[in-house]
């Protein structure tokens, strides 16, 4: 039983030995096992890489059948953008224990992925004079650009600003802001960047508070029109500094900033002021100017009138007891005339127009002297003195006598006075044939007196001896004095002479007088290119200017201000573009003991035109006028007195040229710095904020000097510098970026 056993088992081994070489001899007879890979592809990477059995999947094929080759062994060989090959290896054993394999190769390319979705910050408005401006500090989503992630993308991002300064109200930043993409990089073009600019406006919002003058109220003597002198209105400077600028729609005024003086029209003119703030932000108010007509008509009288008393006989005894005689104003009139034809007149002897006439008696008898008021339609009046004599001839009223005279003259001769002065450049070089005018202000009168020589038939009557009454007539000859008075505006002008003098003789004591002064000449004369290089140089602040000489003289336009406009108008000028610089005034005749707390306070307060003399009680020796030419700011030093505060092209601060590079820069940059002398020198470095981020001391030499200055690379923006030296300091902007 067991030896049938063992033969059994023997022939199952031999079954299966042979089976075993039976198949080594078919596999290597014409049924080997192959494998089946899927094709390499090639992919971006935004294409589906979670799932690669999309890209197909490995077989083999044994004895005419296809099978699965199982799951691939998976290697990813991808860089940070995404990018690469992923590699997939199927392995798969045969009955004989060989191991077959294959690969599928997946490239993975992030070219073509397309731009990315940026969302970049809108632009943003900042109240304030200096409000914070870093990216960290402002508000999303106006603060830094973002985006939307992909696998294809690894982006950066930077900015850098530029700064465009409108004035202490009003800031416009551009930045601008760039991201790059790291996964992009292409060798003829670089790494792909992407910009956008963002605008941040910092404007002071908070209006200026404004403060109109009060209703202005003149008077016109000329039946036209009055000029109008108003100080000018001068905004307080708000917390960002600066100026304001200040305009008026007047269609009179001189000028068409914050001054609205000019000649008006009878009339209210509503005039508006605008104050312009922020970023074109305007604050307005409006004042009325009212020209009121104050032209008086003018009396002319006769001056001396005699009439006599008739008798009152109130008891009828015969013997009168008193006197009376009725006189009407207008008797004293002798052509009155109204300047501005406001016709009829009214003549009275007082202000109240009804007082027409009045009664004299014995308390007048002698001489009166009286008003005689002419009022026009309008309401305006002027009045002049006349004499009227009050006779007690043929009445033979009793005790009706003339009051005692002061003994004192009652007439004294007017006391006379004279004006001198001169007129001087301001190097005292004398001015000739400027004209000169003395105007009194108030009105005046002049007198004509003439004498009349007639007789007359008096009827007389008599007692004779009989007791009878007779009558007889008696020649009697009468002598009238006429005084005529008449109101003016009296002025005269003289010119100077060739040693810049003038002189008015017998001017009237006690009386308010104005003193004035104008020239012309050769518009060119005395102007050329050294004063519009030193214009240049005050509005670029390399120069200083220390006297209000020159400030008028270079405010070209009149605007009261000095900047580019009134640098191009001269150029022009000198270079017979234009044949004569704007406004009325060429020369400016000012009193010479003016005097300005600041120099610069000459563009916005009224001009010393006009010399005051309140009152004309002794000689006036020293009536003196400066003469300062627009456009005429150098002055020749050498004729210069020594007590001038003029600012001199000899005596500026030795030459100094700043120059940097790189700008802008990383963490360094050098200044070269050229000067004429050797000295000391102080840099000071700002950010916008005026905090102070650098501050060094250092030696120049007479020469060219370079600078190398390090700053901290915390710290990027926008700077200023400042360097001080020799007491003048000179400005410029930094940018410094990472």
Same mark, same amino acid.
């Given at each position: 039983?067991?030896t049938?056993?063992?033969?059994? *088992?023997g ?21 080997p096992?192959?494998m ?13 890489? $979670? ?11 044994? &004895? ?6 199982? &799951? ?17 290896t $199927?392995m ?20 073509g ?15 304030g004079?200096?409000?914070?401006? &870093? ?11 973002? $985006? ?11 900015y ?6 409108v004035?202490? !109200? ?13 996964? @992009?990089?292409s060798?003829?073009?670089g790494y792909?960047i ?15 508070v ?10 016109a ?63 307005t108010?409006?004042?009325?100017v ?5 032209s ?10 005699t009439?006599?008393?008739m ?24 052509g ?54 009050i006779?007690?001839?043929?009445? *033979? ?42 105007r ?19 009827? %007389? ?26 109101? !003016?505006?009296?002025y ?22 104005e003193?004035?002064?104008s ?14 290089e ?46 004569k ?5 060429? $020369?400016?005749?000012? @009193?010479?003991?003016?005097r300005?707390?600041?120099?610069e306070d000459?563009?916005?307060q009224?001009l ?12 006036? @020796? ?20 020594? %007590?001038s505060h ?13 120059t ?5 820069f ?7 710095i ?16 005026g ?5 060094s001391q ?6 060219q000097n ?7 690379n ?11 030296? @020799?007491?003048?300091?000179y400005?410029?902007?930094l940018t410094?970026?990472?």
């Amino acid at each position: 039983m067991r030896t049938k056993m063992y033969t059994i *088992r023997g022939i199952v081994i031999i079954f299966f030995t042979l089976l075993f070489f039976n198949g080594k001899a078919n596999t290597s007879s014409g049924w080997p096992l192959i494998m089946n890979c899927p094709p390499d592809v090639y992919v971006s990477c935004t294409d589906e890489l $979670w799932n690669l059995s999309c890209y197909g999947n490995a077989t083999y094929t044994y &004895n005419g059948c296809t099978y699965s080759a199982g &799951n691939p062994s998976v290697q990813y060989n991808l860089n940070s953008c995404n990018a690469g090959t992923i590699t997939r290896t $199927w392995m798969v054993e045969d009955y004989n224990w060989n191991w077959y394999s294959c690969t599928q190769t997946i490239y993975v390319s992030s070219t073509g992925s397309g731009a990315p979705v940026i969302y970049w910050p809108a632009d943003i408005e900042l109240n304030g004079c200096n409000p914070d401006i &870093n990216p960290y500090h402002l508000p999303d989503p106006d603060n830094y650009p973002t $985006w939307d992630y992909t696998e294809c993308n690894m982006l950066g991002k930077s900015y850098s600003d530029m700064e465009f300064y409108v004035n202490s !109200q009003c800031r416009k930043i551009m930045r601008t802001w760039k991201v790059m993409d790291w996964c @992009d990089y292409s060798p003829q073009y670089g790494y792909k960047i992407y910009t956008q600019v963002q605008i941040i406006y910092i404007k002071n919002n908070t209006p200026p508070v404004v403060n109109c003058p009060a209703e202005i109220t003149v008077n016109a003597f000329n039946c036209k029109n009055a000029e109008v002198t108003v100080d000018p209105l001068i905004v307080d400077q708000s917390s960002c500094g600066g100026y304001f600028d200040i305009s008026n729609n007047s269609p009179y005024s001189y000028k068409k900033g914050n001054d609205i003086s000019g000649i008006y029209p009878i009339g209210t003119t509503k005039v508006t002021y605008t104050v312009k703030y922020s970023c074109g932000k305007s604050k307005t108010c409006t004042v009325n100017v009212v020209v009121k007509n104050a032209s008086k008509p003018t009396p002319y009288c006769l001056g001396y009138l005699t009439t006599a008393l008739m008798p009152v006989d109130a008891d009828k005894d015969g013997i009168p007891e008193d006197g009376m005689v009725e006189v009407f104003a207008k008797t004293f009139d002798k052509g009155s005339f109204s300047n501005c034809k406001n016709y009829p007149l009214k003549f009275s002897f007082s202000k109240d127009v009804n007082e027409t006439s009045r009664i004299f008696t014995c308390e007048n008898v002698g001489k009166n002297v009286i008003q005689m008021w002419v009022t026009d339609s309008k309401g305006a009046q002027e009045f002049c003195e006349v004499e009227l004599i009050i006779q007690n001839n043929g009445a *033979r009223i009793p005790n009706c006598e003339p009051k005692p005279v002061d003994p004192v003259d009652p007439d004294p001769i007017d006391t006379t006075y004279h004006i001198k002065g001169n007129v001087l450049t301001l190097t005292d070089t004398p001015l000739k044939d400027a004209t000169i005018t003395a105007r009194y202000r108030d009105s005046l009168y002049s007198y004509i007196i003439t004498y009349d020589t007639t007789e007359t038939l008096v009827l %007389d009557s008599f007692i004779n001896a009989s007791g009878y009454k007779l009558y007889r007539y008696e020649k009697k000859t009468v002598i009238t004095e006429h005084k005529d008075s008449t109101f !003016q505006i009296l002025y005269t002008s003289v010119k100077t002479d060739s040693l810049g003098r003038f002189q008015f003789d017998s001017l009237t004591y006690n009386k308010a007088i104005e003193v004035s002064g104008s020239y012309e000449n050769d518009p060119h004369k005395f102007i050329d290119r050294n004063d519009l290089e030193l214009l240049n140089d005050f509005i670029s602040g390399k120069v200083k200017f220390f006297s209000y000489h020159q400030f008028l003289a270079s405010d070209i336009n009149e605007d009261g201000f000095i900047n580019l406009d009134d640098s191009q108008i001269l150029e022009d000028f000198i270079d017979g573009k234009i044949n004569k610089l704007p406004g009325d005034n060429q $020369w400016y005749l000012l @009193d010479q003991n003016a005097r300005y707390t600041n120099p610069e306070d000459v563009l916005i307060q009224p001009l010393p035109f006009i010399i005051q003399i309140d009152s004309l009680n002794k000689n006036l @020796d020293s009536i003196n006028f400066v003469a300062i030419k627009k456009g005429n700011i150098s002055v020749d030093p050498g004729s210069l007195k020594e %007590d001038s505060h003029v600012f001199l092209r000899s005596h500026l601060t030795p030459s100094i040229l700043i120059t940097t590079h790189p700008n802008p820069f990383v963490n360094s940059l050098t200044f070269d710095i050229e000067t004429n002398v050797s000295q000391s020198a102080r840099l000071s470095i700002l950010n916008m904020a005026g905090q102070l981020v650098l501050q060094s001391q250092f030696e120049l030499t007479k020469g060219q000097n370079n600078i190398h200055v390090d700053v901290d690379n915390n710290i990027t923006g926008m700077f200023m510098y400042q360097w001080l030296i @020799d007491g003048h300091t000179y400005n410029g902007k930094l940018t410094k970026i990472k």
